[in-house]
């Protein structure tokens, strides 16, 4: 059970070069979550997919595309990177209802470098 | 909207010292309450967690306490280690449909020998 799981680790790109980061959970979870994390900021939200189906925008989505290929994979696109997308991306999923006190796992992160 | 705001960091601490990170939060309802870790280079990892009102969440001598009354989710640990050095974030969540969680902007914890 290997959790959340993203790939790339590492990436650097050049401005306007395009990239894809990978995300996939094994935990059969509905939602799934894209967030960056930056120095100060704390973590903020790109984009959503609280069910298979369905991408919603969060807080700063901006340059940043999503695809929810199946339940299992949530893809972020960038189409034309820019230096102000350096940061650390974070993949989560989680699974809620009434049941569930809503807590969201998280992958391993991806530490992006745009030049 | 609903926020979490914690204590500034960085916070240092000698090791065994005691350790408070304080958070509050706005919310409307009953949001869950929880406290992450993020360790150098890695993701975040749940720490503890509380969904109702005097819940106490407790993990490896971490505790918080979900006081509605104060609307806080103080971290506390009684004896902390040199291995305790991270950051952690508070977050909560407002039980919605998009299972969305807001974050506090996150406190390092220095744990010197």
């Known amino acids: 059970n290997a959790g959340v799981t993203q790939t790339p680790k590492f990436q650097v790109l050049k401005t306007g070069q395009s990239m894809t980061l990978q995300c996939a959970q094994d935990m059969n979870h509905n939602s799934m979550y894209w967030y960056r994390q930056d120095p100060g900021m704390g973590l903020r939200l790109i984009y959503y997919?609280?069910?298979?189906?369905?991408?919603d925008k969060g807080e700063v989505p901006n340059g940043y595309n999503v695809s929810r290929l199946n339940k299992r994979e949530f893809s972020l696109r960038l189409e034309s990177a820019a230096p102000s997308q350096t940061s650390v991306y974070f993949c989560?999923?989680?699974?809620?209802?009434?049941?569930?006190?809503?807590?969201?796992?998280f992958g391993p992160g991806t530490r992006l470098t745009v030049t | 909207g609903d926020s979490v705001t914690q204590m500034e960091g960085p916070v240092t601490l000698s090791e065994e010292a005691f350790l408070t990170i304080n958070c509050t939060y706005t919310a409307t309802g009953y949001p869950s309450l929880f406290w992450y870790v993020q360790y150098p280079g890695e993701g975040l990892q749940l720490l503890l967690k509380a969904t109702k009102a005097d819940d106490k969440g407790s993990n490896k001598g971490f505790e918080a306490t979900y006081r509605k009354e104060t609307t806080s989710f103080h971290l506390e640990k009684g004896s902390v280690q040199v291995s305790d050095s991270a950051v952690y974030f508070c977050a909560l969540s407002d039980r919605s449909n998009t299972g969305k969680l807001i974050f506090g902007q996150g406190t390092t914890l220095q744990v010197k020998p």
């Open positions: 997919s609280a069910s298979e189906g369905t991408t």
């Open positions: 989560a999923s989680s699974e809620f209802g009434q049941l569930s006190s809503y807590e969201q796992y």
